[in-house]
C-alpha cells in the first residue's frame, strides 16, 4: 500500500494520464460564459465536462484506471460503484477495452443515468441496482469484488482515477490565456479536486481553489472541520452526482493540502441556477453539474472584476426531474407557498378567495382537497405561485381578514414533505 506522501499525484503521471485520454477524445471547451460574466462583474469561463461523450467528467479517472489493468486482471473482469456518471465511465471503458464489469447502482439512481450506462456497456456490463445511496451500492460491491476476486475501479479514491481527473485541470491551465483569480470545482468524493487541486497548486499559486458541495451532502466540509474524513449518516440524495456521505481517504489527504476554501450550496439554488444555465446558455446540467456556478452568488463581492473558472462537471439530467428542479427553485426563492386552509360554511366562498384574497399576479398551482368525502367541510391543501417573495405577508393577511382559517406548511418539514 503506498503511504500517504506519494498519494498525491506528480504533473509526470498527470500527464501520461492526458496522453492515454488522447485516444478517447480532445480536450473538453472552455468558454466564456457572457450571462455569467455581466451578473458577476468578472470574467466567467465555465469548463464543458458536460460536453464529453458521456456527458461528465468521470470518463477520465475510469478510462485512465483500467487502462493500466494487468491481462489477468482484464481476464477476471472488474466491478465498480456509482451514482450514475463513474458507471457510465465504466461502462464506456469496458466496451472499449473488451473487460467485463459489475456496475452497482443505487435504486434511486435516475432511470435516465441507467440508461445511459447500458447503452454505453452493451454487452460488456451488468448492471446491479442495490440500496438508496452510493454507500449502499459500494458496500455491496466490495462484498461482490472480494468473492469473486476482481478488480475494484474506485470512483474517486484511487490515485489512477486521481491522475485522470486531474486532466480537467491541466486542460483548464492551456486553455486559458489569463491569471485565473478563482477556480470553483463541485465535490462528491473528492478525486476531481484533490487532481485538478494538485495541477492548480503547482502551475498556478495565485489561484484559490474554491470546493462547492450541496448542503444536504457536505462530507468534505465536515472531513475538514474533524480533520479527518467522517461518515455523515443522513444525506439529501437529490444532488446525486455528490450526494456522498464520506469522502475518499486518500482524496481528503490531498484536498486537505490543496482547497483554499469550501462552501455549501442549498439544494434549491441550485435548482435555480440549472433553470438559469438552460434557460439563458442552453446548456443543460444535472444538479451536481451546476454546483460551481450555484456557489458564485456567495462569492460575488470577491470575485468583482477576477477571472473566474466553474468546472461543469455534468450534464446527465433526467427530463422527468424538470418539474421537481422547477418546485424545489421556486421554494428556495421563496415564490412557492403551500397552505392547509379551511373554507368558510357559506356559499361562494372559493369565489371570494380567487377574488378578494389572491393578488393579481397569484396563481393557484395545487388544489387537493384533503378528505375525499364531505368536501363542503374538508380542509383544501392549496399551492400558491407568487411573483414576489415580499407578496406573502399580504396573502396572509388577506385571508385572514376574509376568514380563512389555515396552517403554512412550508414551515412544517415534516408535514409539507408528506402532501407535496
Known sequence: MKSQSNLKPDLASIIQAKLTLRELFDATPLQENRQLSERYEARIFLKREDLQEVRSYKLRGAYNRMKALTPQERDKGIVCASAGNHAQGVA???????????????????????????????????????????????????????????????????????????????????????????????????????????????????????????????SMTEALKAGRPVTIEKIDKFVDGAAVGRVGDNCYEIASKVIDHMITVDEGRICTHILDLYNYSAIVAEPAGALSVAALDKMAKKIKGKTVVCILSGGNNDITRTEEIKERSLLYQGLKHYFMIRFPQRAGALKIFVADVLGPKDDITHFEYHKKNSREKAPVIMGIELQNREDLKGLKERMESQGFVHKYLNDNPDLFQFLV
Open 92 to 218: 464506456y471503458s469496458c466496451n472499449k477495452l473488451g473487460i467485463m464489469g459489475q456496475i452497482y447502482m443505487p435504486a434511486t439512481t435516475p432511470r435516465q443515468k441507467i440508461k445511459q450506462t447500458e447503452m454505453f456497456g452493451r454487452d460488456s456490463i451488468e448492471i446491479i441496482l442495490h440500496g438508496d445511496t452510493f454507500d449502499d451500492a459500494y458496500k455491496a460491491a466490495m462484498t461482490a469484488c472480494e468473492k469473486q476476486e476482481k478488480t475494484f475501479i474506485h470512483p474517486f479514491n484511487d490515485p489512477m482515477v486521481i491522475q485522470g481527473q486531474a486532466t480537467v485541470g491541466l486542460e483548464i491551465m492551456e486553455q486559458l490565456n489569463d491569471t485565473m483569480d478563482y477556480l470553483f470545482v463541485p465535490v462528491g468524493g473528492g478525486g476531481l479536486i484533490s487532481g485538478v487541486g494538485t495541477v492548480i497548486k503547482e502551475m498556478s499559486k495565485k489561484t484559490q481553489l474554491i470546493g462547492v458541495e450541496p448542503t444536504g451532502a457536505a
